[in-house]
Structure formats: C-alpha cells, structure tokens
C-alpha cells in the first residue's frame, strides 16, 4: 500500500531564503508524482508535474526532483517570497489504479 | 484545456438534509473521476474512484449509502452526501482523467473543491 509522507510538516523562513520540502513515497511503482499549492479554505493549485520517466521539472522559481529508486522527490523554491506562503502537498499517482495518493502537507510560512 | 469545474463552492445545510456536489469536466471527456475529502489541517483522501457507466468504487471506510455517487455522462459525475451530520462537514474535491490525452492519461485535474458545513 502506498504512503506518502512530506517532511517538515511545517516551515517559516525569512524572505528571499532558497528552501527544499521534501516528499517520500513507498512504492517506487508510480506513474507521476505531482506538486500541489493550497492556500488556505481554497482548492489545489497544480505546480507542478513529473513522469516517471523524467527526474525533474522547473517552472519559475521552482524545481521538483524526483528519484524513485530511492522513493524521494524534493521541491526546491528560490528566492522565497512571503506570497509563497501556503500548504504545499504533494501526490504520487499510483501504478495500475491512476488513484493519487497525497501526502500530509508541509504548511510553509515566509516572513516579509 | 483540462479544465474540472466543481459546484457549489460553498454550501451550509441543516442536519438531516442532503447535499448533491458537481464535478464537471469542461473541455474533455473523464472516463474516470475521482472524490477526495480533506478535513481541517488534514491532507486529501481518496474516498471513491466514480466510473462512468458503472458503480462507483469506494476505498475502505467510505459508507457508499452515505456519499452516493454517479457519473451517468462522460463529463459528469455527482457526490450526494445523505442526512448530512455536522460531522460530514469537511472540504470535498473531485478529479478527473483524461483518458484520449495519450500524454496526459495518467494526470488527475482537480476542481477547486467544495466546502460543506452542516449545522
């Protein structure tokens, strides 16, 4: 059974830092792992999305990794901004059922 | 394109009533739609997989004669949570496969969620 688990649970750095949330998974067998954005009482915003296939995707200042032999994909934010405060959560989309399995978010603050 | 419209976005009800939850694919046809359930400072479960033509497949602890879902069309697919209890208040979201998107067959888009606050 696949479980996901974001360390830390939660953050607060000061502005402008470089940061990295991470995400494990246990079965490497995924078809993508997703990075999402919820602010609070809102829906997800999509960050973004790697293949099993690819090992990373950049978008802006951000850049996920992932490694799934070793069941880990990381998120790293430059240059944080104090409008990227929010929950960030990752998913691991799971081989042979398409079913997303999230994971317990990591609440990250950034203070102006 | 890809884009999952969810309504209402907010509903408030009375103990004992029912809600009904909309999950619209707009621009593509979802074989597949998924319901997930976030309660405060939680993350998302899964709590059914909504199969068009088919009955639902609800994951374990999911009452399915309290959240009935349907997805009579290839773009619709409806949560109805029955006598609803202050305890079914939570934030509801649904996604969706676009399955004739070789590229994009195994991404889920989400709607931008319901919240149910039952009183």
């Known amino acids: 059974k696949q479980e996901v688990t974001q360390i830390p649970a939660a953050l607060s750095v000061p502005e402008g830092e470089n940061l990295v949330l991470n995400c494990s998974f246990t079965?490497?067998?995924?078809?993508?792992l997703q990075w999402f954005r919820q602010d609070p009482g809102k829906g997800l915003t999509s960050l973004l999305l790697?293949?099993?296939?690819?090992r990373e995707q950049t978008s802006g200042r951000l850049n996920a990794s992932l490694d799934k032999s070793s069941g880990r994909s990381t998120l790293y934010i430059a240059a944080s901004q104090p409008g990227d405060s929010a929950t960030y959560l990752c998913a691991a989309s799971t081989s042979g059922t398409y079913k997303y399995i999230f994971g317990t978010g990591t609440r990250l603050k950034v203070l102006a | 394109g890809a884009v999952v419209s969810q309504h209402p976005s907010w509903v408030i009800c009375k103990s004992g009533t029912s809600v009904k939850i909309e999950c619209r694919s707009l621009?593509?046809?979802?074989?597949?739609m998924f319901w997930y359930r976030q309660f405060p400072k939680q993350s998302l479960m899964l709590m059914a997989t909504?199969?068009?033509?088919?009955?639902?497949?609800?994951e374990q602890g999911v009452e399915k004669d309290k959240f009935l879902i349907n997805h009579a069309s290839l773009t619709l697919s409806t949560l109805t949570v029955t006598s609803a209890h202050p305890e079914d208040s939570s934030f509801y979201i649904c996604?969706?496969?676009?399955?004739?998107?070789?590229?994009?067959?195994?991404?889920?888009?989400f709607g931008a969620g319901t919240r149910l606050s039952v009183l």
């Open positions: 079965d490497s067998a995924i078809y993508n």
């Open positions: 790697i293949q099993s296939s690819q």
């Open positions: 996604s969706a496969r676009d399955p004739l998107r070789e590229s994009a067959k195994n991404i889920q888009y």
């Open positions: 909504s199969n068009e033509g088919s009955k639902a497949t609800y």
């Open positions: 621009d593509f046809q979802a074989t597949t």
